[in-house]
């Protein structure tokens, strides 16, 4: 006799084509999904999606739209709990309406008896202090907390959560991998096979665009010491295409002047897909933190430029700076780091193998968790 399946409703910020996002879902499906199988229960997934027609199309699960307050309370009516994450979904900087609506799906699933779980957010900043009672009232009636980074635990404690409530786990997307996580052998036919491949993601962030203008400098002065292959990965449509084609303008035909080439991939919607193309660069400089997660994954050097504290951690936990922040970001130092990791990209990779393959042994333990959980609920 086969289990009726436990469906389980997933909130975060999904069918946004944010690429980063979309492969936080991703990863959590598939951790679901390994983990379920292996202690032999069923879970049926529910996502709440800004565009639930290509959410169920993309991922092959049930999804709802998350601002049809009707269809989400019966989604959790009918669930047998909620996963809240992953991602930095409590932060109050791109507005004061994000938290409140979080916190809000969470409290509905408590109101109905729901279990609820959260996925290695990434917390704060949280400026307004108002929200830090509410974010505590609501963390101490969940099942589980895990959290992606030490910070984000710290801001709960000083929130007044208990340490041992709050698990610290890698970002879920670390442990995403290609299907059958075969090599990447498979070259667009964009990419030149003579030229190194530098990718970037890039968004735009200070008023002046003085970050883009330092690193059109920096990408100018190292292909003139190395040709380069520049590859523009938008991680966010249509924004980081935008950002992509400005900085592209800014290295005009100073690029294939000195042999370079530049090109840009805007069709890489599927989270899957656009760890292919990360996985193909020979270096990454990235400003979009999974664009940096995706790298370190695919055992790509990396060059984060810091605009968040989220860059800073998830840098530090794979041993390694940001190039620059956004406000100070060099050309020179740029341009220098691009070269040295062209150089000594096996080393990097060899000095980081042991950290990096850790986390991606870890990420699925709030899987394994919220899994557990059910399989003893029976």
């Known amino acids: 006799m086969v289990a009726t399946p436990k469906k389980i409703v997933i909130s975060g910020y999904y069918g946004f084509r944010n690429s980063g996002d979309e492969a936080v879902l991703q990863s959590i499906l598939n951790a ?78 408590q109101w109905m008896g729901r279990p609820t779980f959260i996925y290695a957010q990434g917390i704060g900043p949280v400026n307004r202090k108002l929200f830090h009672p509410l974010i505590k009232s609501v963390f101490r009636k969940c099942t589980y907390i895990s959290v992606r980074d030490e910070q984000s635990r710290e801001l709960l404690l000083s929130m007044g959560l208990e340490q041992k409530n709050v698990e ?22 964009e990419l030149s096979d003579s030229l190194p491949v530098i990718g970037i993601s890039v968004r735009f962030w200070e008023q002046d665009r003085r970050e883009l203008e330092a690193l059109a400098q920096g990408l100018i002065k190292a292909n003139r010491e190395v040709p380069l292959h520049l590859r ?19 290295l005009k035909g100073s690029i294939t002047e000195h042999g370079g080439q530049v090109s840009i991939c805007e ?20 400003m979009r933190l999974h664009s940096l997660i995706y790298a370190a994954g695919r055992r790509v050097p990396l060059i984060g430029i810091s605009y968040d504290p989220k860059i800073d ?16 970001l060099d050309a020179e130092h740029v341009a220098a780091e691009i070269v040295h990791l ?31 959980y059910f399989h003893h609920k029976g």
Request: negative net charge; charged residues 20%; hydrophobic residues 40%.
């Open 168 to 189: 610290v786990v890698p970002d879920p997307v670390m442990g995403l991998s290609l299907p059958e996580d075969t090599d990447v052998a498979t070259q667009s036919s």
């Open 313 to 328: 951690h998830f840098l530090d936990r794979i041993q390694t700076h940001p190039v620059g922040a956004t406000n100070t």
């Open 232 to 250: 523009f990965l938008p991680f966010h449509t249509p924004s980081d295409n935008e950002a992509s084609r400005y900085l592209m303008d800014k």
């Open 32 to 109: 679901l999904q390994k983990q379920s199988q292996a202690l032999g229960i069923s879970i049926e997934p529910i996502v709440l999606s800004i565009d639930p027609e290509w959410t169920s199309a993309t991922y092959g699960v049930k999804s709802v739209h998350r601002m049809k307050l009707v269809e989400v309370r019966q989604a959790i009516y009918e669930s047998a709990g909620l996963i809240s994450g992953g991602g930095s979904l409590l932060q109050d900087v791109t507005g004061s309406k994000t938290i409140p609506y979080y916190l809000g799906i969470i409290k509905l699933a």
């Open 342 to 372: 062209l150089n000594t990209g096996q080393e990097w990779r060899a000095a980081r193998e042991d950290v990096i393959s850790k986390l991606i042994q870890e990420a699925e333990a709030p899987a394994r968790q919220i899994v557990e």
């Open 267 to 286: 069709d890489a919607i599927h989270p899957q897909h656009m760890l292919r193309e990360v996985g193909q660069c020979d270096v990454l400089i990235g």
